[in-house]
């Protein structure tokens, strides 16, 4: 029987503004990625979230991004010495790591964020920069990365287990890159859209790129974004197409590698 997991991007509010209805997805969703502070959410919102995920029996793992506030962690940054970036990297994931330890929920993964995991996807040197990252926090973390990536390559190399995502919002390049949010169309807003890609890319194993190809994927676990406009929506319709199609829908982390 086939299994995939279901995961969102959440806990990106931030003081007195709300992002996401955290609540209503981690009905629905198996693994749950948490802002560390640096594109979004606080230390508050964080504990909350990790939380919520513990009574609900979501997995949770650190969502790592850039400096970057101001810009949601999309905004592409350069020129930061690599130990300065690294450093970052190791405290955002020290610190998720400590406060759900403190709510006794241990994180089982690490997924980049935004503009730092589509760059890192393509660029060698930043990849095994965001895998030494988190083996240094615990070499047991699970490596959460795109197929067709340096990302991929640079965590099995650090000796980190890695699991392959696909994304239910996002269309492709035929390069099997996401496209870029630039673009237009890049967003899937339309449920019935998603869940064709969905079903395309976990009970055909291909994915459908814009360009009209179908790439190869092995897929784990599926990513539908917090903050998108109907969000839950979406996610609560692939759920039940996932599982009328005879998918059991379970997080990666109670999984063998």
Known sequence: MRTIDLNCDMGESFGAWTMGDDAAMLDIVTT??????????????????????????????????????????????????????????????????GMAEVEGHPMTHVKTHGALGNMAAVDPDLAALCARAVAAVDPGLTFVSLPYSETFTAAEKAGLRVVCEVFADRTYTDR??????????????????????????????????????????????LCVHGDTPGAVTMARTLRAALTGNGVTVASFAGRQA
């Open 32 to 97: 749950a990625n948490i802002a560390c502070g640096f594109h979004a959410g606080d230390p508050s919102v964080m504990r909350r979230t990790i939380a919520m995920a513990r009574d609900k029996g979501v997995a949770v793992g650190a969502h790592p991004s850039f400096a970057d506030l101001y810009g949601f962690g999309r905004r592409r940054i350069s020129g930061e010495r690599p130990e300065d970036l690294e450093a970052q990297l190791i405290y955002q994931i020290a610190a998720f790591r």
């Open 176 to 221: 099997g890159e996401l496209t870029p949010r630039s673009v237009e169309g890049a967003v899937i807003h339309d449920p019935n859209q998603s869940r064709d890609q969905v079903l395309e890319m976990v009970l055909n194993n291909r994915i459908p790129t814009t360009g009209g190809k179908h790439l190869p994927v092995e897929a784990a676990t």
